[in-house]
Nanobody
Framework: QVQLVESGGGLVQAGGSLRLSCVAS????????MGWYRQAPGKQRELVAT???????NYADSVKGRFAISTDNGKNTGYLQMSSLTPEDTAVYYC??????????????WGQGTQVTVSS
């Protein structure tokens, strides 16, 4: 059983930065990968970033070059560093643990979500 606890959401001005954290506890297997999703009202849920257990990362085109996903395995913690934020980044952000089947990412566990609001 895995639990994910997120923190770091809040309000930030356009052009600013924010770092989301996700602390994992419970039965964490080495085969697990991590991903961050976001969802805004009226928009499709979007997978914004993933990282494999080997440290390989992938990003949605909408955030590439601005967001960085990382993990501190010794602390069982994942991060999403967000910079150059715009109002289009406003959404509820979800931390997930999952796995890769080929290049496709599948979710096994979801965090509770944290609101990120970017003002103009």
């Amino acid at each position: 059983q895995v639990q994910l606890v997120e923190s770091g959401g809040g309000l930030v001005q356009a052009g600013g930065s924010l770092r989301l954290s996700c602390v994992a506890s419970g039965s964490i297997f080495r085969v697990n990968a991590m991903g961050w999703y976001r969802q805004a009202p009226g928009k499709q849920r979007e997978l914004v970033a993933t990282i494999s257990r080997d440290g390989l990362t992938n990003y949605a085109d909408s955030v590439k070059g601005r967001f960085a996903i990382s993990t501190d395995n010794g602390k069982n913690t994942g991060y999403l560093q967000m910079s150059s934020l715009t109002p289009e980044d406003t959404a509820v952000y979800y931390c997930t643990l999952g796995w890769f089947r080929g290049s496709d990412y599948g979710v096994g566990n979801w965090g509770q979500g944290t609101q990120v609001t970017v003002s103009s």
